[in-house]
């Protein structure tokens, strides 16, 4: 069988483009399609494709390739459509933490909750929607999926208002088969990942859900054995280290997971952004807090890692690194992952961002949630996860409805649901100061906003 057609839009964003043109090239099902990549800056387009070129050469693959500025001059018979794209994100992202701070509110990534969650969605959502409208009228049997953040708001964008296509959202942080591999490791099942072999795979149970950023893990066995002591004590150790080497190294993304498992009865899987979705470390108390407060986004930092990476393009590009190398310095990406058992029916699951469906029994079936799901050509079907914990509930539904009101707000440039999502975030904490950073935010980023914003 030939393999997919598959157009990444947003090529440019290196942290998924070389992935995909790695598993194209490895993957059996996938090396006989099709990669399509598409970038509006037509330098860094044509970078990527030299890469592609360079390595399809080098290993004389039957992978085909096409390119393109304009997305829809290689829409047509796409079979799935990955969207990975953000104009000058990191610079962005480091506006909406400037400002956001300014008036109290800190941010540590800045592009899921918060201030910058609601802005990078007024920014992205607007040409998401205008991709699925392509996607429509040019390859209507494609699957849309969105690995643009916020996943969730735009997810919910795509099922909201462009429900015409088929469409879901990933985020590398549950990928799959790693995300089992891992909590082997971490729990002492095995000392190194290599040593995970299918039998383990399958005893192990863990029940994970939330909103993306905002998950949880509710319970976890071994071929019968409950982990969540375990669990419990690597996090026990790993805060212990955290403490020893100081908030500038150690972040306290474990001080503060144990934390929130001891308030609402539930261990938090992905501290790195959970601890932006809630309003304790945000440097407000007035008794003395024994965890620091967050540390805020440092957009120069990420900024010379993008730049680091387009240097090695270049090297490859220039012949300074052996293609060879590519193969092994790269791997799997989550969406191509995806793509692959989907087309090849290799009946795999994945942790997928879509709706409920019933998964949590206490949360409404549409509740756009991370979920493990079986995954076929057809779709995704949500495996059981249980009743989330009273309070961790109110919390997720808190999450969601600002993220609907996001949405919402960000595809009719409505201002009066844009500050009610702003003062409905479980960050921000003044209505004064929240209509400040929607006034300064817009002023600062009109020329990457619709203009319906300033009508």
Not at 114 to 122: Q, T, V
Request: with cysteine; aromatic share 8%.
């Amino acid at each position: 069988m030939e393999g997919p057609k598959v157009v990444v839009i947003g090529a440019g964003s290196l942290f998924f483009g070389r992935q995909a043109l790695w598993q194209m090239l490895h993957s059996e099902v996938l090396q006989t399609g099709t990669l399509a990549y598409v970038d509006i800056d037509a330098g860094r387009q044509e970078k990527m494709m030299g890469l592609a070129r360079l390595m399809i050469d080098h290993l004389d693959s039957p992978l085909k390739l096409e390119g393109s500025t304009d997305r829809r001059e290689v829409l047509a018979g796409a079979d799935f459509v990955v969207l990975t794209f953000a104009r000058d994100g990191v610079k962005y992202r480091g506006i909406d933490c400037e400002i956001s701070e300014k008036y109290g509110v800190r941010m540590c990534s800045g592009d899921t909750i918060g201030p910058g969650g609601i802005f990078r969605s007024l920014r992205e959502l607007p040409v998401i929607i205008e991709v699925a409208n392509d996607v429509e009228e040019l390859c209507p049997d494609a699957w849309v999926i969105n690995y643009i953040n916020p996943t969730a708001v735009n997810g919910i964008g795509l099922m909201r208002f462009a429900p015409q296509v088929k469409s879901f959202a990933l985020c590398d942080g549950h990928h799959m088969p790693g995300q089992k591999r891992k909590w082997l490791r971490r729990t002492g099942i095995v000392e190194s990942a290599d040593e995970v072999t299918p039998e383990m795979m399958d005893k192990l149970d863990m029940r994970i859900g939330g909103v993306n950023h905002f998950t949880w893990i509710l319970s976890a066995t071994y071929d019968g054995e409950d982990l969540m002591p375990r669990i419990r004590a690597y996090m026990e150790r790993m805060a212990a280290d955290e403490a020893d080497e100081g908030h500038s190294k150690g972040r306290f993304n474990n001080s503060y997971g144990l934390e929130l498992w001891d308030l609402f009865g539930a261990c938090p899987d992905c501290m790195g952004h959970t601890k932006e979705y809630v309003p304790y470390w945000q440097g407000h108390s007035v008794a003395e807090d024994r965890l620091p407060p967050l540390s805020v986004f440092d957009a120069d930092l990420r900024q010379e890692r993008h730049d680091a990476m387009w240097t090695e393009i270049d090297d490859y590009l220039a012949g300074n690194i052996d293609p060879g190398q590519f193969m092994d310095d790269f791997g799997p990406d989550h969406a191509t992952d995806v793509i692959e058992s989907m087309w090849g029916g290799l009946g795999k699951p994945f942790y997928i961002n879509g709706p409920n469906r019933g998964a949590v029994p206490n949360m409404d079936d549409d509740a756009f949630f991370e979920l493990l799901c079986e995954v076929d050509i057809d779709g995704f079907s949500p495996m059981p996860v249980g009743e989330l914990p009273p309070g961790l509930r109110a919390l997720q539904q808190q999450v969601l409805e600002t993220h609907e009101l996001t949405a919402e707000a960000a595809v009719t440039c409505d201002r009066a649901l844009l500050r009610r999502a702003m003062m409905l975030d479980p960050i921000v904490n003044s209505a004064a100061d929240g209509d400040r950073i929607i006034e300064e935010l817009l002023d600062a980023e009109r020329e990457a906003l619709p203009d319906g914003w300033f009508e």
